[in-house]
């Protein structure tokens, strides 16, 4: 397909993933060591129920300034009907090997907490004006130790370094919260419905056996966690977007 040829057919109902690796259907491969894409995705999943066509645009290491600069373009474009909104993993993140070089210096999150808001909600009105629903998901919680063990690759010094930093491990599940919760505080200024991820995650007693070995993406287990918590929203506000033999068999 070329750049400039729209993905979606003229009659379809048209959705675009916009997000960062988890949308992309990123995880880590345990036998290969390292990163690939889940072909049993929670996007790949949802297609195979819903009417019309999802372009997924989610990539690998998405802040939301970064997706929300090629969101407009694709809006532009496609005209979709439906956008799904899922970012905050690599906003609120670090640049964890320059706190590991230098734990007494000033170190600020890839996204600033109030430029993730002011983005998100001025992303929300950009949609609105161009007559497209805007659907934000909220953040998949994460495993801070194993996370706190990525990020320093297990290197003593750095994790002496960066703890030092940090203060506390735990302070990694509380900073990634705070992006969270603004995500839910944005749902809730500007009226627009959420998909509850994280809690969904959450109903189980142990919610790091569905994320990779990294502590923060969603294993295939997790894919479909968030498969099934959007196919239930979908089914209760949005049950017309079901192909036929899917909404026959809610009844």
Known sequence: MSEHESYFSSNDTKYIVSGDSISKGVIYDEVRSRYIILEENYVSLLQSKLKGGIRNTARFGNTLMKGMGNLRKDVLKDKPNIVLIEYGGNDCDFH??????????????????????????????FLRSQHI????????????????????????IAEQNILKWLGSVTKIYWWQER????????SEMTKTPYIDVR????????????????????????????????LSF?????SD???????????
């Open 96 to 125: 964890w090997n320059e706190i590991a070089d230098n734990p007494d210096a000033e170190h600020n999150p890839k996204t600033d907490f109030k430029m993730f808001e002011n983005i998100l909600s001025e992303a929300i009105s």
């Open 133 to 156: 629903t805007p659907i934000l998901m909220s953040l998949p919680p994460l495993n801070a130790d194993k996370y706190f063990k990525w990020v320093s690759q297990s290197n003593p």
């Open 179 to 186: 992006y969270n919760s603004t995500i839910l505080k944005v």
């Open 199 to 230: 809690g969904a995650f959450l109903e189980h007693p142990d919610f790091t056996k569905f994320l990779c070995s990294d502590g923060i993406h969603p294993n295939k287990d997790g894919h479909r966690i968030i498969y099934d918590k959007v």
């Open 234 to 238: 979908v089914e209760q506000n949005h």
């Open 241 to 251: 977007l079901l192909q036929d033999n899917n909404r026959l068999a809610l009844q």
